[in-house]
C-alpha cells in the first residue's frame, strides 16, 4: 500500500520554508559578519520568520480546506483507498491530473481528481516533483495496469479553485 497524496505540512514547508531558511542564512551571516555581540539581532530574524510561516500556511490551509476537501489516497494493487473507504478499479470512472495556478500564487499547485462512477469527486496534492520533474504519483498510477487506462492529465486551469467540482462534504 502505497500513499499517494503529501501532507498539507510537507506542501507549505516546501512552499514558503526556503523563504525562511534563506531569511535566517542571511540573518546568521550578517551576524558574524558584522560580529555582533548581542543576540537580539539573531531572535528577531528568528521570531518573525516563525511567525510569518505560521500566518501564511495557516491561512492558505484553511483556504485549501474551505475550497478543496482533502481526501486521504492509498494505492493497494486492485483498489484505491481514498478516507478509508476502498474504491476498487471498476468504482473509479476517472483519475485526473492538473496544474491549478491560483490568483494568488505565482507558481502552479498538482492535483489529483479522482471521479467516481456515482458521480462523486474526491482531490488530493500532488507529491513533489522528481528531479526530472515527472509526477511520482503519475508514475504509480501509470505503472498499476488497473488504473493506467483511467489516469489522464489534464490541461493547466488558471481559473484557481474554481476549476474543482463543489460537492457537499461527505
Given at each position: 500500500m502505497?500513499?499517494?497524496?503529501?501532507?498539507?505540512?510537507?506542501?507549505?514547508?516546501?512552499?514558503?520554508?526556503?523563504?525562511?531558511v534563506f531569511v535566517q542564512i542571511v540573518s546568521i551571516s550578517l551576524y558574524?559578519?558584522?560580529?555582533?555581540?548581542?543576540?537580539?539581532?539573531?531572535?528577531i530574524p528568528a521570531i518573525l520568520c516563525v511567525l510569518f510561516l505560521l500566518f501564511i500556511c495557516s491561512s492558505e490551509y484553511r483556504m485549501l480546506r474551505k475550497n478543496l476537501?482533502?481526501?486521504?489516497?492509498?494505492l493497494t494493487d486492485n483498489s484505491l483507498i481514498i478516507n478509508e473507504v476502498s474504491y476498487s478499479s471498476e468504482q473509479i470512472e476517472e483519475i485526473s491530473y492538473m496544474s491549478?495556478?491560483?490568483?494568488?500564487?505565482?507558481?502552479?499547485?498538482?492535483?489529483?481528481?479522482?471521479?467516481?462512477?456515482?458521480?462523486v469527486y474526491f482531490y488530493f496534492l500532488d507529491k513533489r516533483?522528481?528531479?526530472?520533474?515527472?509526477?511520482?504519483?503519475?508514475?504509480l498510477l501509470i505503472a498499476n495496469p488497473l488504473f493506467s487506462s483511467k489516469t489522464k492529465e489534464k490541461g493547466q486551469s488558471s481559473e484557481g479553485f474554481s476549476a474543482f467540482h463543489k460537492q457537499d462534504k461527505l
Open positions: 502505497k500513499k499517494l497524496n503529501q501532507s498539507y505540512f510537507e506542501f507549505f514547508f516546501f512552499r514558503y520554508g526556503i523563504i525562511v558574524i559578519y558584522l560580529k555582533e555581540e548581542d543576540l537580539v539581532y539573531l531572535a476537501p482533502p481526501a486521504n489516497v492509498f491549478v495556478r491560483n490568483t494568488l500564487n505565482k507558481f502552479p499547485d498538482y492535483f489529483y481528481e479522482i471521479k467516481t462512477i456515482d458521480g516533483m522528481n528531479w526530472k520533474g515527472e509526477s511520482p504519483t503519475m508514475k
